[in-house]
Nanobody
Framework: VQLQASGGGLVQTGGSLRLSCAAS????????VGWFRQAPGKEREFVAT????????YYADSVKGRFTISRNNARTTVYLQMSSLAPEDTAVYYC????????????????WGRGTLVTVSS
């Protein structure tokens, strides 16, 4: 399955953005989907993940209470609603898909989309 992330942009501190991850085909409904981010000079880090059914959702501690992940299997799309954004959220955001048990380890994700840049100005 191919994934395409979109929705990034420039936003002020405290603002909101919604990222979308669109899948190329209906295989999507069998996959867990996660969001990761990579800031300049830093390692790629886990942000959030949602199981194929939507029943299991996990967040990184740094985004809990501010970000919400959701999915619409009919539209083969996963969303990441981001609010109360801060400069430390500035990064390229990637969505990725994986089979099996829901995980936060990026090495377990085999299908990656091209990232979308989120820049939060202070």
């Amino acid at each position: 399955v191919q994934l395409q992330a979109s929705g990034g942009g420039l936003v002020q501190t405290g603002g909101s953005l919604r990222l979308s991850c669109a899948a190329s085909d209906s295989t999507f409904v069998k996959l867990n989907v996660g969001w990761f981010r990579q800031a300049p000079g830093k390692e790629r880090e886990f942000v959030a993940t949602v199981s194929r059914s939507g029943a299991q959702i996990y967040y990184a501690d740094s985004v809990k209470g501010r970000f919400t992940i959701s999915r619409n299997n009919a539209r083969t799309t996963v969303y990441l609603q981001m609010s109360s954004l801060a400069p430390e959220d500035t990064a390229v955001y990637y969505c990725a898909a994986q089979w099996g048990r829901t995980t936060m380890n990026p090495d377990d994700y085999k299908s990656w989309g091209r990232g979308t840049l989120v820049t939060v100005s202070s």
